[in-house]
C-alpha cells in the first residue's frame, strides 16, 4: 500500500545551521507530496507542496524537491531559527480528494 | 477569516464511555475529514464528509462513526471508549476538487485530546 517514511528524530541543531528532513514514499502512479508542519499546542499547517516529479515546493526558507526517480521528498533549510522548532510530516495522497497518508513525523529542537 | 474551529479542546472519559467531538470548518470548505494522531505519531486517517455523506473510511472500526451538517460542519462520535482510542483527534477541512494545483490541501484544527481511564 502508499505508505511514507521519514527520517527519526529528534534532530537537534544550532541557530542558522543546515537542515535536512529525509523523506521518501512508496505509492504507483503520481502522488502528491507534502510537507506538514506541527507547532506546539497547535494543528498541522501546510508547510509547503509538490504534485508532480522535479516540482520544487517552497516556503519560509524551506523546500523540497519531488525525485519520481529515488521517490524522496527531503525538506531542507540552508539557515534555521529558534521558532523553526516543531514536528515535521511529510505526507502524499494517491490522487485530488484522497486521503492523506502522513509519516510518523520528525521533531525539531533548534538551540539558540 | 476564522480556520478550522474544534471543541472540545480536552476530555476525560472512562472505559465504555461515548464521545463526540465537534468541528467546524474553514469558511469556503465543503469537505470535513477526522484524523486520530496518537502520541509521537503522524496523523492517522478516520474518515471523510462531503454533502453529509461518508466518502472514504480508513481502517477504524464501526466504534467511530460520524455526521456532516448542512452547513458543512462536523461530528466524530466514539462510542464503547477503549483506553487505546486516547489520543488527539485532528479535523481538517478542504475544499473538494483541490486548490489551484488540484492538489488536495487540508486546513486543520488544533485538535481535540482524548483521554480514556
Known amino acids: 500500500g502508499n505508505s511514507v517514511t521519514q527520517m527519526e528524530g529528534p534532530v537537534t541543531l544550532s541557530e542558522e545551521a543546515f537542515l535536512t528532513i529525509n523523506c521518501t514514499y512508496t505509492?504507483?502512479?503520481?502522488?502528491?507530496l507534502f510537507w506538514y508542519v506541527q507547532y506546539p499546542g497547535e494543528g498541522l499547517q501546510l508547510l509547503l507542496k509538490a504534485t508532480k516529479a522535479d516540482d520544487k515546493g517552497s516556503n519560509k526558507g524551506f523546500e523540497a524537491t519531488y525525485r519520481k526517480e529515488t521517490t524522496s521528498f527531503h525538506l531542507e533549510k540552508g539557515s534555521v531559527q529558534v521558532s523553526d522548532s516543531a514536528v515535521y510530516f511529510c505526507a502524499l495522497t494517491k490522487n485530488r480528494d484522497d486521503k492523506i497518508i502522513f509519516g510518523k513525523g520528525t521533531r525539531l529542537h533548534i538551540l539558540p | 477569516d476564522a480556520g478550522v474551529t474544534q471543541s472540545p479542546t480536552h476530555l476525560i472519559k472512562t472505559r465504555g464511555q461515548q464521545v463526540t467531538l465537534r468541528c467546524s470548518p474553514k469558511s469556503g470548505h465543503d469537505t470535513v475529514s477526522w484524523y486520530q494522531q496518537a502520541l509521537g505519531q503522524g496523523p492517522q486517517f478516520i474518515f471523510q464528509?462531503?454533502?453529509?455523506?461518508?466518502?472514504q473510511r480508513g481502517n477504524f472500526p464501526d466504534r467511530f462513526s460520524g455526521h456532516q451538517f448542512p452547513n458543512y460542519s462536523s461530528e466524530l462520535n466514539v462510542n464503547a471508549l477503549l483506553l487505546g482510542d486516547s489520543a488527539l483527534y485532528l479535523c481538517?477541512?478542504?475544499?473538494?476538487?483541490?486548490?489551484?494545483?488540484?492538489?488536495?490541501?487540508?486546513?486543520f484544527g488544533a485538535g481535540s485530546r482524548l483521554t480514556v481511564l
Open positions: 505509492a504507483t502512479g503520481y502522488p502528491s
Open positions: 464528509y462531503y454533502e453529509e455523506e461518508e466518502r
Open positions: 481538517a477541512s478542504s475544499l473538494l476538487g483541490g486548490d489551484a494545483s488540484g492538489a488536495n490541501v487540508l486546513t
